[in-house]
């Protein structure tokens, strides 16, 4: 019976433990708010903080996404960032958007994002949108292409890391 005990215990802190949790860490602090120096040297998580007294709100902010790009160029879509640059704010975060505006026929030529999944939302017309995997789970198979034709209110996921392409 003695030995019964500690052996009921080991196994339910055994049990106990397949219960953690896992997460990113948490931030050191709560934003870091790029300098605004094109001479600032860039570390591998972002840009130089500027001093947490002299943020503003501005330094989330950003005005005008609403408005078109010009699509008057050879592949026939433009791409408007959000991101560190327009909004400072936005460092070391892991996170930014894009507005892209396309002409009729205009493509996002095929591209990759080596450290980000990219969220497509469609608000207006349809949008021809495909990815390539890159490394079949199946060594005798091919790289597969994935493509839909997307609407309004649609919303498509490219995985990170895998070239894909956007075409109206």
Same mark, same amino acid.
């Given at each position: 019976?003695? =030995?019964?005990?500690?052996? &009921?215990? *080991?196994?339910? =802190?055994?049990?106990?433990?397949?219960? @953690?949790?896992?997460?990113?860490?948490?931030? #050191?602090?709560?934003?870091?708010?790029?300098? !605004?120096? @094109?001479?600032? @040297?860039?570390? *591998? !998580?972002?840009?130089?903080?500027?001093?947490?007294? =002299?943020?503003?709100?501005?330094?989330?902010?950003?005005?005008?996404?609403?408005?078109?790009? +010009?699509? @008057?160029?050879?592949?026939?879509?433009?791409?408007?960032?959000? !991101?560190? +640059? /327009?909004?400072?704010?936005? $460092? %070391?975060?892991?996170?930014?958007?894009?507005?892209?505006?396309?002409?009729?026929?205009?493509?996002?030529?095929?591209?990759?994002?080596?450290?980000? %999944?990219?969220? #497509?939302?469609?608000?207006?017309?349809? #949008?021809?949108?495909?990815?390539? %995997?890159?490394?079949?789970?199946?060594?005798? /198979?091919? $790289?597969?292409?994935?493509?839909?034709?997307?609407?309004?209110?649609?919303?498509?996921?490219?995985?990170?890391? &895998?070239?894909?392409? /956007?075409? $109206?």
């Amino acid at each position: 019976m003695k =030995m019964a005990l500690p052996l &009921l215990v *080991v196994i339910l =802190m055994s049990g106990l433990a397949t219960f @953690s949790y896992a997460s990113d860490p948490s931030p #050191l602090q709560d934003f870091c708010v790029a300098v !605004n120096d @094109s001479k600032a @040297s860039v570390f *591998v !998580n972002g840009k130089i903080c500027k001093n947490p007294y =002299m943020v503003v709100v501005e330094d989330f902010f950003l005005s005008g996404l609403n408005k078109a790009g +010009n699509t @008057s160029n050879p592949v026939g879509s433009k791409v408007t960032p959000v !991101n560190v +640059n /327009q909004i400072p704010g936005l $460092n %070391t975060l892991g996170v930014s958007a894009v507005r892209i505006d396309y002409a009729p026929y205009g493509l996002n030529p095929p591209h990759t994002h080596p450290r980000a %999944t990219e969220i #497509l939302v469609v608000i207006e017309g349809t #949008l021809y949108v495909g990815f390539v %995997t890159s490394n079949p789970a199946d060594a005798t /198979q091919k $790289n597969k292409l994935f493509t839909k034709t997307l609407h309004p209110g649609d919303v498509f996921v490219f995985p990170e890391g &895998l070239i894909h392409f /956007q075409f $109206n």
